[in-house]
């Protein structure tokens, strides 16, 4: 016996050692299926397996962010201020946009309250930088530089300004595993915007996205935006979650298909992400700061244009019809800027503005352009009589404009 | 590649090495392993724990040893996923047991010999993969044989070039 153990001694450790991972491989499929998470063996080498990895990931991550962070905020600036002052124009807008939809969510607001819906606003977020991968292409989970100690805990949604990410799936100290919505044990809750088709968006087995269980339908088409459901409790209803890329048939079952998605974030270079540590049903105090602000902006631009308006209409005009020719304002020598006024003709003929004789849209040449050296309106608005403009008003802007 | 009677076998040479290399350069490999796909993008052909497992294997020339390592490293591999633990940890095992078993029957001082045990073990791994995963565990897997043949042949450039930077680190007697 003991020169049977002496000479398979090396297959013996072998077995031994197979044997033992695939007795745990069993315990922890048994435990994932009967619900439970990670035993308590298990999530201590995971804890390890961390512990060890995320400090030097930390260390290269943060290296190669400084090198690219010299380059990018001290030499590589061209266009920065040409890029700054698109943006300020695109925040302008965005603003008066955000408070025209500002009506529509309140009115939403009132009407979920009716149904007794709460819907949930991402309240508070923080930022995070992924510092590293599973490793292998076979599982699409990685570490981002926050953990407990930032408020960072299991099943908080996390995004990125594009689209969803994912959800955090273990957390440490200071970092955190975040498990992406590729990944073939990911899930969450979708549905398509124009066609309101609910489905289960889950990884398949080449890391892409699809929405599962679906019945088929003739309207889900290539390019439909997707977006999350809010049914599932991780992530907020509305974010975008990608488009359909294309519709595939269920081998499996008839009438069923998988609908594969193009996620709106870019899942293989992901560089910072935002985790959801809070939801409120009401919008947070920096985006009411920021809704105020639009909705002043908004009442200030309407005030303006009012005022503009206002003004305009109390200005006196060139031609005022309830007076006489010879009282119009043009003719107003109280004026001290008075309108400059054409040259008197050396030889006055039927096309002479005022001499009276004039045929009815003949006071300009070619058609209402004012004359070389007719000051504008006054070609116009001047000739007598005054009821050949204001009979033919598309004419006068015309004139005036070229 | 010559293999080699009993008595000839047991004139190879075991090589050493510096308790700072056994310990630095198995949690490097993984450290990289799971920073360099970051960079690298889909394009990240390789897996350093097992060429660094086939190394030691093969310098060592001691199955336990190998089995061992090939473990430890593919258990680490294993915790950095969400998968269950275990699945590398069986692959790196086999293959460790593997490399150290012909390093024990085959000259493999050759690097021309090295560099084709890595390729070959490094399908060895993937194969072995696959069978836990889709039979053992009964998940789906959608296997791209090619990339295995590509993430292969990038294991055995990166051994042409690792292999004689460790060899230089042996203790010398």
Redesign the interface.
């Known amino acids: 016996m003991e020169s049977f153990v002496v000479r398979y ?2 297959l013996l ?2 077995l031994v ?2 044997v033992a ?2 007795l ?2 069993a315990m ?2 048994r435990r ?1 299926n009967g619900g439970q998470g990670d035993g308590q063996g ?1 999530r201590l ?2 804890l ?3 512990g ?2 995320s400090p ?2 930390r260390l ?2 943060s290296s190669g962010s400084g090198i690219s962070g010299i380059w990018n905020n001290y030499f590589d600036l061209r266009h920065v201020r040409q890029q700054n002052a698109d943006l300020q124009k695109t925040v302008d807008r965005l603003r008066l946009e955000q408070a025209a939809l500002l009506e529509d969510a309140k009115q939403g607001e009132r009407l979920q309250a009716l149904l007794k819906f709460q819907q949930k606003y991402v309240y508070k977020t923080v930022a995070a930088q ?14 981002i530089d926050k953990g407990k100690s930032d408020g960072i805990d299991r099943d908080m949604a996390v995004i990125t300004p594009d689209g969803i990410v994912g959800k955090v ?1 273990d957390v440490f100290g200071h970092t955190a ?1 975040v ?1 992406a919505i590729n ?3 990911s899930g969450a809750g979708v549905i398509m915007e124009s066609t309101r088709i609910r489905g289960i968006l889950r990884g ?3 890391g892409r996205p699809e929405i599962v269980d679906v019945i088929s339908d003739q309207r889900i088409k290539a390019g439909d935006k997707v977006l999350t459901a809010g049914g599932d409790q991780i992530f907020p209803r509305g974010l975008p979650v990608g488009e359909v890329e294309k519709v595939v048939n269920d081998p499996e079952r008839d009438g069923f298909v998988y609908v594969i998605l193009k996620p709106a974030a870019h899942l ?2 992901l560089e910072e992400v935002l985790v959801i540590t809070a939801t409120e049903p009401r919008f947070p105090p920096d985006q009411q700061q920021d809704i105020a602000t639009s909705e002043a902006l908004k009442g200030a631009e309407a005030a303006e244009q009012k005022t503009s308006e206002g003004m305009a209409e109390k200005l006196p005009g060139l031609i005022e019809p309830n007076l006489p020719a010879d009282q119009q304002p043009l003719n107003d020598t109280s004026n001290p800027n008075p309108v400059s006024r054409p040259p008197v003709a050396v030889h006055p003929d039927r096309f002479t503005p005022g001499s009276g004789t004039a045929p009815a849209g003949a006071a300009t040449p070619d058609n209402g352009q004012a004359a070389p050296g007719t000051p504008p309106g006054a070609a116009k608005k001047k000739p007598a009589p005054p009821a050949t403009d204001q009979s033919n008003p598309a004419r006068a802007p015309q004139g005036d404009n070229q | 590649m010559s293999v080699l009677t009993a008595d000839a076998r047991r004139e190879f040479e075991i090589h050493r090495y510096p308790v700072l290399i056994y310990a630095l350069v198995p ?2 490999a ?2 990289l ?3 360099l ?2 960079v690298l ?2 394009f ?1 052909w390789f897996d350093l724990p097992l060429v660094i497992t086939v190394f030691f294997a093969l310098s060592r020339r001691n ?2 040893q190998g ?2 390592l090939g ?1 430890v490293l593919g ?3 294993d ?12 692959a790196k ?2 293959v460790g ?1 593997l490399a150290a ?1 012909i390093g024990i029957l085959v000259n493999v001082e050759n690097h021309a010999v090295r560099l084709f045990l890595t390729f070959v073990l490094s399908l060895v791994g993937s194969a072995t ?1 696959f069978f ?2 889709r039979f ?2 009964g ?4 296997t791209n044989w090619m ?1 295995e043949l590509y993430k292969a042949l990038g294991n055995s450039l990166i051994a042409l070039v690792l292999f004689p930077v460790l060899d230089r680190t042996k203790i010398r007697d």
């Open positions: 001694r090396n450790v072998l050692l197979l991972q695939i745990g491989l922890q499929v994932a298990v080498i995971r390890w397996a961390n060890i990895v030097p990931e290269l991550h992924v510092i590293g991968s599973s490793g292998t292409d076979q599982s699409r989970v990685f570490f799936r595993q498990l990944d073939q044990s398949n087995s080449a293989d270079q | 949690v490097l993984v450290v392993q799971a920073w796909p970051r993008g889909r990240a199955p336990i089995s061992l473990g258990i680490f591999e915790a950095l996923t969400g998968h269950a633990i275990g699945i590398n940890g069986i095992t086999l047991y078993t993969y836990v995963v053992l565990l998940m789906s897997m959608d990339s």
